[in-house]
């Protein structure tokens, strides 16, 4: 779009409708940025939390939970329970990645 509006508004012959036009489409990109920026950072949110989990409970009552990511499967995470609501950084789990998945 950057490169074909410019092109478009030149073909104009009157001044006035040209910057007219100019204007019009530079002040409604300006008011959009904001509205592609923070519908972006919303999609680097949803592409960077999606994974699968699986919540593993011992016959103790003790919990782990397992994380895989969606991507490739190549990173599975273990967290271990630190209190009723939170886990913590257990260890990394490389003899986990791949197939078949971590919630199968």
């Given at each position: 779009m950057v490169l074909l509006v410019p092109a478009l508004i030149r073909r104009r012959?009157?001044?006035?409708?040209?910057?007219?036009?100019?204007?019009t489409s530079a002040l409604a990109s300006a008011a959009a940025t904001p509205f592609i920026?923070?519908?972006?950072?919303?999609?680097?949110?949803?592409?960077?939390?999606?994974?699968?989990?699986?919540?593993?409970?011992?016959?103790?009552?003790?919990?782990?939970?397992?994380?895989?990511?969606?991507?490739d499967g190549d990173v599975v995470n273990i967290f271990t329970e630190h209190d009723d609501f939170t886990y913590k950084f257990g260890r990394g789990?490389?003899?986990?990645?791949?197939?078949?998945?971590?919630?199968?």
């Open positions: 012959r009157r001044k006035w409708i040209r910057r007219t036009v100019g204007w920026g923070l519908l972006f950072f919303f999609a680097v949110l949803v592409a960077a939390g999606s994974g699968d989990y699986v919540k593993v409970v011992a016959l103790d009552g003790q919990s782990v939970l397992i994380t895989q990511d969606d991507f789990a490389p003899e986990l990645t791949g197939w078949p998945r971590v919630k199968d």
